[in-house]
């Protein structure tokens, strides 16, 4: 028998998880198959690598001494793939892909175009919903790859930075900030709020730069909440109240005259977009190619 990356990414994913049922779970295998595959990897090396506590799964000393190794293994089979993906644009393949909804209404139609046309056989399957939903189903293995707006603490996910943005004033044409250029924040705040729902990439980053400055966020009179940055803008522009999101989205209207874009000259609203997944899965070529598209494309919008 010869050693395989099967079995050492099957032996890390159980150090990680602490269980044998949580790693099964995260490599969509049964419980038996993979303590059948830590069984041959012990039978190959001559040494027990795991022992069953009673609440988790530890690494023998062989264990520790394997574990860096695997490590390593993973790490460079992932960087292998970096490589590898901008030679297989011939690839056929199907991207499942969830994006927030700023990043999917307004940032990827700009990017889906150049994409298929240097992967042209690869297929995209776009969920657009909130930061909190993507990572849910990445979580519950509904989805595999995500693009969100703001980065959560969870263990068991990793996060990279791929583009960048800033959030902006947005007030309807005949507001009475509406033929400034610039504004104070103490000034934006005293006037009523449309704003994303709790849970968005861009409430988040709203509410964290605004805490940053010595402003509660529960203090901003919110007239409105709403699910899409489409329906906030409607509700903006129909002069209900004024908000905080992507110049990106209300490119249109501002050509139109309808809504007007103001500098906060005090505060900056600036956010990057995240590629996330889950740490211990491996990610399919397609899902690779596109990060590498991203990371050398994005950087130019």
């Known amino acids: 028998m010869a050693l395989n990356f099967h079995q050492l990414h099957i032996f890390y994913t159980v150090a ?4 044998f049922s949580a790693a099964a779970q995260a490599l969509h295998m049964t419980q038996p198959a993979v303590t059948m595959q830590i069984q041959s990897l012990e039978d190959y090396f001559g040494s027990k690598l795991l022992v069953r506590s009673t609440k988790r799964v530890e690494l023998t000393e062989a264990g520790q001494t394997l574990y860096p190794y695997a490590k390593r293994s993973i790490e460079l089979m992932r960087d ?15 991207l499942q892909l969830g994006a927030s909804l700023t990043i ?7 990017l889906l175009g150049p994409f298929a046309s240097q992967c042209p056989h690869i297929s995209i399957s ?52 509406a033929e400034r250029e610039r504004v104070t924040l103490q000034e934006v705040v005293s006037y009523p709020f449309v704003l994303r729902e709790k849970g968005s990439g861009t409430r ?3 509410e964290s ?16 909440e709403l699910g899409s940055t489409g329906a906030v803008k409607s509700a903006v522009e129909s002069g209900i109240g004024i908000t905080i999101i992507s110049p990106s989205s209300v490119k249109h209207e501002q050509a139109l005259g309808l809504l007007k874009v ?8 600036k956010r990057k977009f995240y590629a996330v997944h889950l740490k211990s899965t491996l990610l399919p070529v397609p899902a690779v190619t596109f990060l590498t598209f991203l990371r050398e494309y994005g950087q130019s919008l």
């Open 80 to 94: 292998a793939e970096k490589a590898m993906s901008r030679h297989t644009y011939m690839l056929e393949g199907r």
């Open 126 to 177: 776009l969920k657009v919903m909130n930061t909190t939903q993507i990572i849910d189903e990445i979580v519950s293995h509904q989805l595999n790859f995500g693009l969100v707006e703001a980065p959560v603490h969870h263990p068991d996910l990793s996060f990279e930075p791929v583009m960048e943005d800033e959030l902006k004033l947005i007030v309807p044409a005949e507001h009475p900030l």
């Open 262 to 269: 103001i500098d906060i000259e005090d505060a900056e609203f």
């Open 16 to 19: 990680e998880r602490g269980s």
């Open 209 to 224: 730069e605004l805490t940053h400055r010595g402003f509660e966020p529960d203090r901003i009179e919110s007239v409105m």
């Open 204 to 206: 988040q980053v709203m």
């Open 104 to 110: 999917g209404e307004y940032v990827l139609p700009r």
